[in-house]
Protein backbone atom coordinates (compact mmCIF):
# COMPACT_ATOMS: atom_id res chain seq x y z
CA UNK A 1 0.00 0.00 0.00
CA UNK A 2 0.99 3.54 -0.66
CA UNK A 3 2.51 5.55 2.18
CA UNK A 4 0.94 8.49 3.31
CA UNK A 5 3.44 10.83 2.43
CA UNK A 6 3.28 9.25 -1.22
CA UNK A 7 -0.96 10.07 -2.15
CA UNK A 8 0.05 13.63 -3.78
CA UNK A 9 1.31 10.77 -6.67
CA UNK A 10 -2.62 9.48 -6.65
CA UNK A 11 -4.80 10.43 -9.60
CA UNK A 12 -8.13 11.27 -7.89
CA UNK A 13 -11.19 11.12 -9.90
CA UNK A 14 -13.75 12.08 -7.46
CA UNK A 15 -13.38 13.26 -3.70
CA UNK A 16 -15.92 12.49 -0.65
CA UNK A 17 -16.34 13.80 2.82
CA UNK A 18 -18.30 12.17 4.96
CA UNK A 19 -17.14 14.40 8.33
CA UNK A 20 -19.72 14.31 10.75
CA UNK A 21 -21.03 11.19 9.56
CA UNK A 22 -21.31 7.87 11.88
CA UNK A 23 -20.98 4.42 10.77
CA UNK A 24 -22.90 2.68 8.66
CA UNK A 25 -23.33 6.26 6.70
CA UNK A 26 -20.21 6.99 5.24
CA UNK A 27 -19.83 3.39 4.16
CA UNK A 28 -22.83 3.63 2.65
CA UNK A 29 -22.34 6.84 0.82
CA UNK A 30 -18.83 5.67 -0.21
CA UNK A 31 -20.31 2.56 -1.94
CA UNK A 32 -22.91 4.60 -3.67
CA UNK A 33 -20.12 6.62 -4.73
CA UNK A 34 -17.58 3.73 -5.89
CA UNK A 35 -21.36 3.01 -8.09
CA UNK A 36 -21.10 5.42 -10.03
CA UNK A 37 -17.36 5.45 -11.23
CA UNK A 38 -15.50 3.24 -13.65
CA UNK A 39 -13.01 0.66 -12.99
CA UNK A 40 -9.76 2.43 -12.41
CA UNK A 41 -11.24 5.33 -10.78
CA UNK A 42 -9.95 6.30 -7.62
CA UNK A 43 -12.52 7.76 -4.71
CA UNK A 44 -11.08 9.94 -2.24
CA UNK A 45 -12.99 9.52 1.20
CA UNK A 46 -12.37 11.40 3.83
CA UNK A 47 -14.33 9.96 6.95
CA UNK A 48 -14.63 11.24 10.62
CA UNK A 49 -15.64 8.26 12.56
CA UNK A 50 -13.07 6.24 13.58
CA UNK A 51 -14.86 3.06 13.08
CA UNK A 52 -13.90 4.01 9.22
CA UNK A 53 -10.94 2.43 9.96
CA UNK A 54 -12.41 -1.01 9.97
CA UNK A 55 -15.13 -0.57 7.82
CA UNK A 56 -13.61 0.92 4.73
CA UNK A 57 -10.92 -1.52 4.38
CA UNK A 58 -13.75 -4.21 4.71
CA UNK A 59 -15.73 -2.67 2.61
CA UNK A 60 -13.14 -2.22 0.21
CA UNK A 61 -12.39 -6.26 0.32
CA UNK A 62 -16.38 -7.36 -0.05
CA UNK A 63 -16.67 -5.21 -2.92
CA UNK A 64 -13.08 -6.26 -4.62
CA UNK A 65 -12.34 -2.76 -4.68
CA UNK A 66 -7.94 -1.99 -3.98
CA UNK A 67 -7.27 0.16 -1.15
CA UNK A 68 -4.93 2.17 -2.59
CA UNK A 69 -3.65 4.45 0.76
CA UNK A 70 -4.95 5.12 4.20
CA UNK A 71 -3.77 8.18 6.05
CA UNK A 72 -5.04 9.01 10.18
CA UNK A 73 -2.45 10.80 11.16
CA UNK A 74 -4.64 13.84 11.99
CA UNK A 75 -7.85 12.64 13.83
CA UNK A 76 -9.21 12.76 9.91
CA UNK A 77 -9.39 9.32 8.45
CA UNK A 78 -8.63 9.44 4.58
CA UNK A 79 -8.96 6.82 2.12
CA UNK A 80 -7.65 6.18 -1.15
CA UNK A 81 -10.25 3.52 -2.80
CA UNK A 82 -9.50 2.11 -6.71
CA UNK A 83 -12.58 0.51 -8.36
CA UNK A 84 -11.73 -3.09 -8.84
CA UNK A 85 -12.18 -4.45 -12.57
CA UNK A 86 -15.50 -6.60 -10.87
CA UNK A 87 -16.63 -4.48 -8.65
CA UNK B 1 -62.34 24.85 -18.71
CA UNK B 2 -65.62 23.72 -17.08
CA UNK B 3 -65.23 24.01 -13.16
CA UNK B 4 -66.94 20.93 -11.36
CA UNK B 5 -68.43 22.71 -8.20
CA UNK B 6 -68.43 20.29 -5.18
CA UNK B 7 -71.05 22.13 -3.25
CA UNK B 8 -72.17 21.11 0.10
CA UNK B 9 -69.99 21.38 3.10
CA UNK B 10 -71.74 18.84 5.28
CA UNK B 11 -70.67 15.92 3.32
CA UNK B 12 -69.44 14.93 6.23
CA UNK B 13 -67.99 11.28 7.48
CA UNK B 14 -70.62 8.81 7.81
CA UNK B 15 -69.32 5.57 8.21
CA UNK B 16 -73.16 3.94 7.75
CA UNK B 17 -72.50 5.12 4.27
CA UNK B 18 -69.09 4.41 3.97
CA UNK B 19 -68.58 8.06 3.17
CA UNK B 20 -65.63 9.63 4.43
CA UNK B 21 -64.04 13.52 4.06
CA UNK B 22 -60.74 12.43 4.29
CA UNK B 23 -58.90 9.21 3.55
CA UNK B 24 -57.31 9.29 7.25
CA UNK B 25 -61.22 8.76 8.55
CA UNK B 26 -60.75 5.19 7.17
CA UNK B 27 -57.98 4.56 9.95
CA UNK B 28 -59.05 1.69 11.51
CA UNK B 29 -60.12 1.51 15.49
CA UNK B 30 -63.15 -0.24 17.65
CA UNK B 31 -65.85 2.02 15.79
CA UNK B 32 -64.19 0.89 12.51
CA UNK B 33 -62.92 -2.22 12.63
CA UNK B 34 -61.37 -3.88 10.13
CA UNK B 35 -62.99 -7.27 8.93
CA UNK B 36 -62.08 -10.35 10.83
CA UNK B 37 -63.18 -13.46 8.79
CA UNK B 38 -63.62 -17.03 9.31
CA UNK B 39 -61.26 -19.17 7.22
CA UNK B 40 -63.89 -22.30 6.30
CA UNK B 41 -61.33 -24.81 4.24
CA UNK B 42 -57.84 -24.33 5.64
CA UNK B 43 -58.81 -24.87 9.10
CA UNK B 44 -57.61 -26.79 11.80
CA UNK B 45 -59.36 -30.08 12.49
CA UNK B 46 -61.49 -28.87 15.70
CA UNK B 47 -61.31 -25.14 16.43
CA UNK B 48 -62.31 -21.99 14.25
CA UNK B 49 -59.76 -19.88 12.81
CA UNK B 50 -60.42 -16.48 12.13
CA UNK B 51 -58.06 -13.81 10.34
CA UNK B 52 -58.01 -9.89 10.71
CA UNK B 53 -57.97 -8.47 7.51
CA UNK B 54 -55.28 -5.96 8.21
CA UNK B 55 -54.82 -5.22 4.37
CA UNK B 56 -58.23 -3.42 4.11
CA UNK B 57 -56.68 -0.87 6.09
CA UNK B 58 -56.87 2.49 3.90
CA UNK B 59 -52.69 2.27 3.18
CA UNK B 60 -52.41 -1.55 2.80
CA UNK B 61 -51.73 -2.71 5.58
CA UNK B 62 -51.23 -3.51 9.49
CA UNK B 63 -48.67 -1.22 9.42
CA UNK B 64 -51.46 2.05 9.08
CA UNK B 65 -52.06 1.81 12.78
CA UNK B 66 -48.25 1.92 14.08
CA UNK B 67 -47.61 4.56 11.64
CA UNK B 68 -50.90 7.14 12.87
CA UNK B 69 -49.86 6.54 16.06
CA UNK B 70 -45.84 7.07 15.89
CA UNK B 71 -46.68 10.16 13.41
CA UNK B 72 -49.35 11.61 15.97
CA UNK B 73 -47.03 11.02 18.92
CA UNK B 74 -44.05 13.16 17.42
CA UNK B 75 -46.13 16.02 16.16
CA UNK B 76 -47.84 16.11 19.55
CA UNK B 77 -44.14 15.99 21.13
CA UNK B 78 -42.99 18.90 18.63
CA UNK B 79 -40.67 17.02 17.35
CA UNK B 80 -41.43 17.41 13.32
CA UNK B 81 -41.19 21.19 12.19
CA UNK B 82 -37.92 21.65 11.01
CA UNK B 83 -36.73 18.46 10.88
CA UNK B 84 -36.99 15.67 8.35
CA UNK B 85 -38.70 11.74 9.35
CA UNK B 86 -36.69 8.86 8.84
CA UNK B 87 -37.92 5.36 9.31
CA UNK B 88 -36.08 1.79 8.64
CA UNK B 89 -38.58 -0.45 6.81
CA UNK B 90 -39.69 -3.39 5.57
CA UNK B 91 -42.03 -1.74 3.47
CA UNK B 92 -45.43 -1.37 5.16
CA UNK B 93 -44.86 0.93 8.02
CA UNK B 94 -42.88 3.08 5.27
CA UNK B 95 -45.39 3.22 3.06
CA UNK B 96 -48.19 4.12 5.42
CA UNK B 97 -45.70 6.88 7.25
CA UNK B 98 -44.89 8.13 3.55
CA UNK B 99 -49.09 8.27 2.96
CA UNK B 100 -49.64 10.00 6.41
CA UNK B 101 -46.51 11.78 5.68
CA UNK B 102 -47.09 13.37 2.48
CA UNK B 103 -50.84 14.24 3.93
CA UNK B 104 -49.24 16.11 6.93
CA UNK B 105 -46.76 17.93 4.52
CA UNK B 106 -43.99 16.19 6.11
CA UNK B 107 -40.84 14.95 3.96
CA UNK B 108 -40.07 10.87 4.50
CA UNK B 109 -36.73 9.07 4.02
CA UNK B 110 -37.18 5.30 4.06
CA UNK B 111 -34.17 3.17 4.76
CA UNK B 112 -35.33 -0.58 3.20
CA UNK B 113 -33.71 -3.51 3.05
CA UNK B 114 -32.18 -4.31 -0.76
CA UNK B 115 -34.13 -7.49 -0.53
CA UNK B 116 -37.45 -6.23 0.18
CA UNK B 117 -39.97 -6.60 -3.37
CA UNK B 118 -39.86 -3.61 -6.13
CA UNK B 119 -43.67 -3.51 -5.43
CA UNK B 120 -42.81 -1.88 -2.48
CA UNK B 121 -39.63 0.09 -2.96
CA UNK B 122 -42.09 1.63 -6.24
CA UNK B 123 -44.97 2.19 -3.88
CA UNK B 124 -43.23 4.06 -1.28
CA UNK B 125 -41.34 6.22 -4.21
CA UNK B 126 -44.57 6.93 -5.93
CA UNK B 127 -45.84 8.35 -2.35
CA UNK B 128 -43.11 10.92 -2.51
CA UNK B 129 -41.10 8.91 0.07
CA UNK B 130 -36.99 9.06 -0.15
CA UNK B 131 -35.82 5.15 -0.52
CA UNK B 132 -32.16 3.85 0.49
CA UNK B 133 -31.90 0.80 -0.14
CA UNK B 134 -29.83 -1.11 2.40
CA UNK B 135 -27.81 -3.98 2.53
CA UNK B 136 -28.23 -6.23 5.65
CA UNK B 137 -24.21 -6.30 5.72
CA UNK B 138 -23.93 -2.29 5.05
CA UNK B 139 -21.45 -2.21 7.97
CA UNK B 140 -19.15 -5.32 7.05
CA UNK B 141 -17.85 -4.58 10.80
CA UNK B 142 -19.70 -4.78 14.28
CA UNK B 143 -23.05 -4.55 12.48
CA UNK B 144 -24.29 -8.30 11.64
CA UNK B 145 -27.31 -7.18 10.80
CA UNK B 146 -30.60 -4.50 10.18
CA UNK B 147 -28.42 -2.33 7.96
CA UNK B 148 -31.37 -0.52 7.61
CA UNK B 149 -32.31 0.54 11.24
CA UNK B 150 -28.32 1.07 11.74
CA UNK B 151 -28.62 3.39 8.62
CA UNK B 152 -31.51 5.61 9.61
CA UNK B 153 -30.32 5.84 13.33
CA UNK B 154 -27.10 7.11 12.06
CA UNK B 155 -28.58 9.55 10.03
CA UNK B 156 -30.31 10.80 13.34
CA UNK B 157 -26.98 10.77 15.40
CA UNK B 158 -24.71 12.45 12.49
CA UNK B 159 -23.89 16.21 11.49
CA UNK B 160 -25.77 15.79 8.03
CA UNK B 161 -26.67 19.68 8.40
CA UNK B 162 -30.54 18.55 8.38
CA UNK B 163 -32.10 17.44 11.65
CA UNK B 164 -33.38 14.02 11.03
CA UNK B 165 -36.36 12.31 13.37
CA UNK B 166 -36.67 8.72 13.85
CA UNK B 167 -40.27 7.16 14.01
CA UNK B 168 -38.60 4.35 15.19
CA UNK B 169 -41.57 1.33 15.22
CA UNK B 170 -38.76 -0.93 16.73
CA UNK B 171 -38.47 1.28 20.04
CA UNK B 172 -41.12 3.43 20.53
CA UNK B 173 -43.91 2.49 22.89
CA UNK B 174 -46.69 4.19 20.57
CA UNK B 175 -46.20 1.44 18.49
CA UNK B 176 -47.81 -0.97 21.16
CA UNK B 177 -49.94 1.98 22.35
CA UNK B 178 -51.86 1.69 18.58
CA UNK B 179 -52.29 -2.20 19.16
CA UNK B 180 -53.66 -1.67 22.92
CA UNK B 181 -55.86 0.81 22.01
CA UNK B 182 -57.13 -0.18 18.84
CA UNK B 183 -56.32 -3.82 17.87
CA UNK B 184 -56.46 -5.31 21.13
CA UNK B 185 -60.33 -3.89 21.81
CA UNK B 186 -61.40 -4.73 18.49
CA UNK B 187 -60.67 -8.52 18.34
CA UNK B 188 -61.97 -8.48 21.99
CA UNK B 189 -65.46 -6.79 20.76
CA UNK B 190 -65.43 -8.89 17.57
CA UNK B 191 -65.20 -12.06 19.22
CA UNK B 192 -67.39 -11.33 22.42
CA UNK B 193 -64.60 -12.15 24.25
CA UNK B 194 -64.80 -15.56 23.65
CA UNK B 195 -61.33 -16.43 22.00
CA UNK B 196 -58.73 -18.75 23.24
CA UNK B 197 -55.77 -17.95 20.70
CA UNK B 198 -53.99 -15.19 19.45
CA UNK B 199 -51.45 -15.47 16.83
CA UNK B 200 -49.29 -12.76 15.26
CA UNK B 201 -45.78 -12.87 13.49
CA UNK B 202 -42.89 -11.58 15.29
CA UNK B 203 -41.29 -8.33 13.69
CA UNK B 204 -41.61 -4.75 15.89
CA UNK B 205 -42.86 -6.68 18.23
CA UNK B 206 -45.83 -3.71 18.77
CA UNK B 207 -49.10 -5.94 17.54
CA UNK B 208 -48.21 -9.06 19.93
CA UNK B 209 -47.12 -6.69 22.64
CA UNK B 210 -50.42 -4.56 22.51
CA UNK B 211 -53.12 -6.88 21.32
CA UNK B 212 -51.09 -9.88 24.13
CA UNK B 213 -51.66 -7.41 26.74
CA UNK B 214 -54.77 -5.86 25.99
CA UNK B 215 -56.48 -9.77 26.05
CA UNK B 216 -54.75 -10.93 28.69
CA UNK B 217 -55.79 -7.75 30.82
CA UNK B 218 -59.40 -8.95 29.91
CA UNK B 219 -59.03 -12.83 30.15
CA UNK B 220 -55.56 -14.34 30.83
CA UNK B 221 -56.00 -17.24 29.75
CA UNK B 222 -56.02 -16.25 26.60
CA UNK B 223 -52.93 -17.78 24.31
CA UNK B 224 -50.79 -15.29 23.04
CA UNK B 225 -48.54 -17.20 20.18
CA UNK B 226 -45.69 -15.24 18.42
CA UNK B 227 -44.59 -16.60 14.86
CA UNK B 228 -41.01 -16.70 13.92
CA UNK B 229 -39.49 -17.27 10.95
CA UNK B 230 -35.65 -19.11 10.26
CA UNK B 231 -32.68 -16.94 10.01
CA UNK B 232 -32.45 -15.98 6.19
CA UNK B 233 -36.01 -16.13 5.45
CA UNK B 234 -38.44 -14.95 2.79
CA UNK B 235 -41.34 -13.51 4.76
CA UNK B 236 -40.76 -9.77 4.72
CA UNK B 237 -42.08 -8.24 7.82
CA UNK B 238 -40.88 -10.68 10.03
CA UNK B 239 -37.54 -11.33 12.09
CA UNK B 240 -35.82 -14.18 12.87
CA UNK B 241 -34.36 -13.19 16.42
CA UNK B 242 -31.63 -15.25 15.47
CA UNK B 243 -30.19 -12.70 13.09
CA UNK B 244 -31.99 -9.85 14.45
CA UNK B 245 -31.62 -7.74 17.25
CA UNK B 246 -34.53 -7.88 19.50
CA UNK B 247 -37.02 -4.81 19.75
CA UNK B 248 -36.80 -2.62 22.59
CA UNK B 249 -41.10 -3.06 22.44
CA UNK B 250 -40.97 -6.63 22.32
CA UNK B 251 -42.96 -7.72 26.09
CA UNK B 252 -42.10 -11.23 26.54
CA UNK B 253 -44.11 -11.43 29.38
CA UNK B 254 -47.64 -11.29 27.25
CA UNK B 255 -46.12 -14.04 24.46
CA UNK B 256 -47.23 -17.70 25.60
CA UNK B 257 -45.31 -19.55 22.99
CA UNK B 258 -43.14 -18.68 20.10
CA UNK B 259 -43.97 -21.38 16.67
CA UNK B 260 -40.90 -21.57 14.33
CA UNK B 261 -42.08 -21.27 10.79
CA UNK B 262 -40.26 -22.09 7.56
CA UNK B 263 -40.47 -20.32 4.50
CA UNK B 264 -41.88 -23.54 2.42
CA UNK B 265 -45.12 -24.56 4.89
CA UNK B 266 -45.65 -20.63 4.86
CA UNK B 267 -45.78 -20.50 1.12
CA UNK B 268 -47.72 -23.69 0.60
CA UNK B 269 -49.97 -22.00 3.02
CA UNK B 270 -50.64 -18.79 1.12
CA UNK B 271 -51.15 -20.71 -1.64
CA UNK B 272 -53.77 -22.70 -0.28
CA UNK B 273 -55.56 -19.56 1.13
CA UNK B 274 -55.65 -17.93 -2.55
CA UNK B 275 -57.07 -20.80 -3.83
CA UNK B 276 -59.02 -22.58 -1.24
CA UNK B 277 -60.67 -19.69 0.56
CA UNK B 278 -60.16 -16.40 -1.84
CA UNK B 279 -58.11 -14.75 0.04
CA UNK B 280 -55.20 -12.56 -1.11
CA UNK B 281 -52.97 -12.63 1.33
CA UNK B 282 -49.07 -11.99 1.91
CA UNK B 283 -46.54 -14.47 2.78
CA UNK B 284 -46.30 -13.55 6.65
CA UNK B 285 -50.53 -14.23 6.37
CA UNK B 286 -49.61 -17.65 5.67
CA UNK B 287 -46.95 -18.43 8.16
CA UNK B 288 -49.54 -17.48 10.88
CA UNK B 289 -52.10 -19.88 9.55
CA UNK B 290 -49.58 -22.69 9.17
CA UNK B 291 -48.71 -22.20 12.54
CA UNK B 292 -52.66 -22.47 13.84
CA UNK B 293 -52.99 -25.36 12.14
CA UNK B 294 -50.39 -26.88 14.21
CA UNK B 295 -51.73 -25.38 17.66
CA UNK B 296 -53.50 -28.83 18.73
CA UNK B 297 -56.88 -26.39 19.25
CA UNK B 298 -59.28 -28.06 20.60
CA UNK B 299 -63.22 -28.58 19.43
CA UNK B 300 -65.15 -25.02 20.32
CA UNK B 301 -61.89 -23.13 20.12
CA UNK B 302 -61.67 -19.79 18.37
CA UNK B 303 -58.49 -18.48 17.58
CA UNK B 304 -57.80 -15.12 16.20
CA UNK B 305 -54.89 -14.45 13.23
CA UNK B 306 -53.23 -11.09 12.04
CA UNK B 307 -52.74 -11.48 8.61
CA UNK B 308 -50.54 -7.97 8.05
CA UNK B 309 -50.79 -7.42 4.38
CA UNK B 310 -52.02 -8.55 1.07
CA UNK B 311 -50.33 -10.56 -1.16
CA UNK B 312 -50.37 -7.84 -4.32
CA UNK B 313 -47.01 -6.60 -3.29
CA UNK B 314 -45.46 -10.11 -3.19
CA UNK B 315 -46.12 -11.08 -6.80
CA UNK B 316 -42.22 -11.35 -8.02
CA UNK B 317 -41.97 -13.62 -5.13
CA UNK B 318 -44.74 -15.78 -5.63
CA UNK B 319 -44.13 -16.10 -9.46
CA UNK B 320 -40.95 -17.20 -8.87
CA UNK B 321 -41.84 -19.84 -6.66
CA UNK B 322 -44.90 -21.10 -9.56
CA UNK B 323 -42.49 -21.27 -12.18
CA UNK B 324 -44.81 -22.40 -15.30
CA UNK B 325 -47.30 -24.03 -13.16
CA UNK B 326 -50.56 -23.45 -14.60
CA UNK B 327 -49.03 -21.92 -17.43
CA UNK B 328 -50.08 -22.26 -21.05
CA UNK B 329 -47.56 -21.53 -23.47
CA UNK B 330 -46.83 -22.41 -27.80
Given amino acids: MTQANEVGAIEVTDVLDTSGLLCPLPVYQAALALKKLQPGDVLELICTDPGSLEDIPALARQRQDVLLAVDDQTGVQKFWIEKGEDA | ?330
Fill in chain 2, 1 to 330: MTQISIRGDDLTTDRRLRRYSDIRDLLPGPDNPTPLVRLNRVTPPDGQLFLKLEWLNPFGSIKDRAAEYLLAGLVERGELPGAQLVEASSGNTGIALAALAALTGVQLTVTIPDGVPEEKKTLLRMLGAEVWETPDDLCPVDHPTDGAIALARSLVASDTGTRYVMADQYENPDNVRAHYETTGPEIWRQTGGRLQYFLAGLGTGGTITGVGRFLKEQDPSVRVIGIEPQAGHQLPGLKSFQEAKQPGILDWSVVDDVIQVDDDPAYEVTGRLFREEGLIVGPSTGAVVHAALELGAETGDVAVGISPDSGLKYMSYFAERLGNEGLLTV
